[in-house]
């Protein structure tokens, strides 16, 4: 079976797991990124070299010529890095030692079978690889230093063997995986979830796939341009602009990639992400960007590029001493008071070539801040520079919840600029728990309306550039598109007296358009101006089931997914044509991305003739659908229907239902205890409800009660004076009892935990099994039905949106004018009365 990504994924974060108890996150990544790129340089050298003996062989060579060559580093290039002895992932070797004036070999393990000293051996490993290849090496591998000290220790010799073994369970040739590029996917999977788990520090070498797709997009790269980033941080923007292009059907291979990083961890970590990406061609240099920009041309000045994306860190000092060519800087920003921002900008603009565009996340405050900050404005605004700013919603960054804006840069077309576009997007997203994200469908809007470069009501408009001088440059984006929403309506005859006002319920004519006969079912007429509930409607809480069970929502909502599920049958043939010709195994690969641009545009016409969704969210919609399957459909265009791809809880369910059964029971009471000793271990527990369960100085004190209680009891039958013995017998006993209970628990939390590793163990088994029995014909089908019911499922989803919309709307009208004010006086009267009556006959007068 073929290496997927949900299985590399759940290999690499077995591996995490086993250090995660020793470090953070933030400490122990770059370990995991050198072994991975450790792994797959043995991987591959022993893959080139079973290609080259091989060959070799066919030439009549000799086994000892054969043996010369295969240690010939010229060999090895491109992809392939030569992999010294000691570095071997599989092979043993002899290392030369000199004892009493003597030389003599020594036979050490392969990498894997390191027990002792094994910090030592990896480190020496990466750094004879480090040395071997120079130039694509150079500095990246030899600042991991797996002896380095966490607090006081360093990590023992058995964790880090057995951290070793879990990469020896991840197979890392080519032939090992489903899809050509599934190794730079789990990279960047990695770099997510480090940066999930580093919090605060993230922002150093991760920017948000959203905020990354839309200057992407903006950018617009094409074959033959150059792309630079001036902070680089993990490569994901260059990585994404190559992307992007082979989504237009471009070569990635036409595309020049250039980037720069100040943090010397997070160059190592880019440099091995562009690599493992299959990207040898990038050109990553380590520096202080504004101090010393490392790209230079023939005549070594600054290098021209045709498009510059980047997140530069927001808010820095920086030092005028030795910064060179200042000529890039036509208004020094101060060292101090953390306005570095706009000197990155200066920066971006001074290398783009004459028709260069680009894209940049900036902080708010570089908008409206006066100073320097007003003449830096002044100077991209007269000279035509500054084509558009865009504002982001807050939070949905690492390290920072201000809101960002993006600026965007145009050489092309400067001299006849005589405005600016602004797009305030900031009220259009996702709430998550720790971060905001940017929706597919607002990240199709802001660039539609980027391209349209049109006036829309409260969200973008070409501000004339006399109108931004007139307000002295402030680029504040609210001054120009006010997107608050309106204040919310109350007519006050409708709250004194009752009844909905007509005006309001037209307000929703959206959902009334959608949903026709629902608005004359939800209301009754009242007067010209007024309308009443439907008396079907006793309360606020009746309207969600009203509105979900009404005939017209449900048919409304049938005929999108009938539409829907016929477009799905008319475009199977192109999902189906992705798998490689089973009569030409040879063939060129199917493209991906070309799938999803013809898929796109056929999805769009298809359900336009409805209004429950916008364009905006039905290609939202589409393209989160082919992202979250990505992995999949390269699956599939590589490797054709491997039943590798069905789910492991797919097949589980249609397969050994009662396994899951039985791991979901055991996981549920497992979180029942550990619940109930979390809340045991909170300020002021009482067991109210007599579980047994106690926190730790509970226990204690109990512990240390028995143990008097059992001691006055046989000092009190030695002794009778000294007190009743079966008293304190008896004490004892209910203390034991209580004590056994709790020990009762916390023995079924380990016997819980041991089942739930049984059961996993024989689920891995049995989906092992059952997998292999299955044929590729069984497996497209399985295959083609979950990309069918996932389809189904994502549109679901923006319905049900769409009708909880309808509801909350509802809803306040209800919450508003439902209950007139004179009944609620009525009311408050009637309670007055009472608890005066109640006075009265309690004797108060």
């Not at 940066?195 to 993230?202: I, L, N, T």
């Not at 860190?313 to 920003?333: E, H, T």
């Not at 997203?429 to 720790?434: D, F, H, I, L, Q």
């Amino acid at each position: 079976m073929k290496l997927t990504l949900s299985r590399l994924e759940n290999l690499l974060m077995t591996a995490c797991d086993d250090l995660r108890g020793s470090m953070d996150a933030s400490e122990y990544k770059e370990y995991i990124f050198g072994m991975l790129f450790l792994k797959r340089a043995s991987d591959l050298f022993d893959q080139r070299q079973a290609e080259l003996r091989k060959q070799f062989a066919g030439q009549g060579m000799s086994p000892e010529d054969i043996e010369l060559e295969l240690n010939d580093p010229d060999h090895y290039s491109g992809k392939y890095f030569f992999v010294p002895p000691r570095a071997r992932w599989n092979q043993g070797w002899q290392e030369e030692v000199v004892e009493n004036g003597q030389k003599k070999l020594i036979e050490r393990p392969a990498l894997k079978h390191v027990k002792e000293n094994v910090g030592s051996a990896l480190n020496k490993a990466l750094e004879a690889i480090e040395d071997a290849n120079p130039d694509a090496l150079q500095d990246v591998l030899k600042g991991i230093n797996f002896n380095r000290k966490i607090g006081q220790r360093t990590l023992d010799d058995d964790t880090l063997a057995d951290f070793v073994q879990n990469f020896e369970k991840i197979p890392l040739k080519d032939s090992d995986f489903e899809f050509p590029d599934l190794l730079g996917a789990a990279y960047e999977w990695l770099i997510k979830y480090f940066a999930d788990s580093a919090g605060k520090k993230a922002g150093e070498f991760y920017t948000p796939a959203e905020v990354v797709r839309i200057c992407v997009e903006i950018c617009d790269p094409n074959e033959g341009m150059s792309v630079y980033d001036p902070t680089v941080g993990s490569g994901g923007m260059l990585i994404q602009m190559r992307d992007y292009l082979r989504e237009k059907g471009g070569s990635a291979d036409e595309l020049a990639l250039y980037g720069q990083e100040k943090m010397g961890t997070t160059w190592s970590i880019c440099k091995m992400n562009m690599l493992l990406h299959g990207i040898s061609h990038a050109d990553i240099r380590q520096e202080d960007t504004l101090r010393e920009p490392q790209h230079l041309d023939e005549s070594n000045e600054l290098k021209r590029f045709d498009r510059v994306v980047a997140n530069p860190p927001f808010s820095q000092n920086y030092i005028k001493k030795d910064l060179k060519f200042s000529g890039r800087f036509a208004v020094m920003m101060p060292e101090k008071g953390k306005k570095a921002d706009l000197m990155f900008v200066q920066h971006m603009l001074a290398v783009l070539k004459h028709n260069g565009r680009m894209a940049t996340v900036m902080p708010h405050g570089v908008l409206f801040r006066g100073g320097e900050e007003r003449e830096a404005r002044k100077y991209f605004i007269e000279h035509g520079y500054l084509e558009a700013i865009i504002g982001l919603p807050g939070n949905l960054f690492y390290g920072t919840g201000i809101p960002a804006c993006i600026l965007v840069m145009n050489k092309d077309g400067a001299a006849e600029r005589d405005h600016v576009l602004f797009i305030n997007a900031d009220r259009e997203y996702r709430e998550g728990k720790a971060q905001n994200h940017l929706r597919p469908e607002d990240i199709d809007k802001i660039i539609y309306a980027y391209r349209a470069n049109n006036d829309i009501p409260a969200y973008a408009r070409r501000v004339p550039k006399a109108e931004i001088v007139a307000e002295e440059y402030n680029c504040n984006i609210r001054r120009y598109v006010d997107n608050a929403p309106p204040p919310e309506p109350h007519d006050v005859r409708a709250h004194l007296h009752g009844g909905v006002p007509k005006v309001e319920v037209e307000s929703l004519a959206r959902f009334w358009q959608n949903y026709p006969t629902l608005k004359n079912d939800l209301f009754v007429g009242r007067d010209a101006q007024y309308l009443d509930f439907a008396p079907v409607l006793s309360g606020k809480r009746d309207i969600a089931d009203f509105v979900v069970n009404h005939p017209s929502v449900t048919a409304c909502h049938a005929a999108f997914m009938q539409t829907l599920e016929a477009w799905w049958q008319d475009n199977l043939p192109i999902v189906e044509a992705l798998a490689p010709d089973a009569t030409n195994q040879e063939g060129k690969a199917r493209n991906v991305y070309v799938m999803r641009s013809s898929l796109l545009g056929s999805i769009e016409k298809a359900l336009a003739g409805q209004n429950l969704l916008t364009g905006f969210q039905v290609r939202g919609a589409f393209a989160n659908y082919v992202e979250l399957l990505k992995a999949d459909f390269k699956s599939i265009a590589a490797s054709g229907w491997g039943p590798e791809l069905i789910p492991d809880e797919d097949i589980l369910q249609s397969q050994f239902p009662e396994v899951l059964e039985e791991l979901g029971n055991a996981q549920s009471r497992l979180a029942e205890l550990q619940a109930l000793f979390a809340t045991a271990d909170e300020e002021d527990f009482e067991d109210t409800d007599d579980t047994g369960a106690m926190n730790s100085d509970q226990v204690k004190d109990l512990k240390a009660r028995l143990k008097e209680a059992k001691g006055m009891a046989k000092l009190c039958k030695r002794d009778p004076n000294m007190g009743d013995a079966a008293l304190y017998q008896r004490e004892a006993e209910q203390i034991e009892t209580q004590l056994l209970r709790h020990k009762a628990l916390e023995n079924e939390v380990k016997a819980i935990k041991s089942t739930i590793k049984g059961i996993e163990g024989k689920r891995d088994e049995l989906v092992q099994n059952a997998r292999e029995k299955i044929s590729t014909d069984e497996a497209r089908s399985v295959i083609i039905e979950r990309l069918r019911q996932l389809l189904l499922d994502t549109y679901r989803a923006y319905l049900r949106a769409d009708q909880r919309a309808c509801i909350k709307a509802i809803e306040n009208l209800w919450s508003k004018y439902a209950v007139t004010a004179k009944a609620i006086e009525a009311e408050r009267d009637a309670a007055s009365k009472q608890l005066q009556a109640f006075l009265v006959e309690l004797g108060y007068e």
